[in-house]
């Protein structure tokens, strides 16, 4: 499946997927480092969607909701939790 997401700076991506890597293990899901997108596949099969790699078009947008926004909405609490703690020490 490829990757659509455009982020503002594309050097920002190596960061952004150690970041979802490491935000996904803490939630206690087996992440490969190197491939933190197939976390995506573990949550899918929690949920009894059926997410295969590729093409994906007949899944509805509350199903992909349910598999992107436990990843996207960790990753989001955890940039504001560390964006907080940065204010704070200045």
């Not at 899901?29 to 995506?40: G, H, L, Q």
């Amino acid at each position: 499946m490829a990757n659509r997401n455009k982020i503002l700076v594309p050097s920002a991506r190596e960061e952004l997927d150690k970041l979802k890597a490491r935000v996904m293990k803490e939630k206690g899901y087996d992440v490969n480092i190197d491939r933190p997108d197939d976390v995506k596949y573990e949550i899918a099969e929690e949920l009894s969607i059926p997410l295969k790699k590729g093409y994906n078009g007949k899944l509805t947008a509350e199903q992909a909701g349910k598999i992107g926004g436990p990843i996207g909405g960790s990753m989001v609490k955890e940039m504001i939790r560390m964006a907080q703690e940065q204010m704070m020490k200045k």
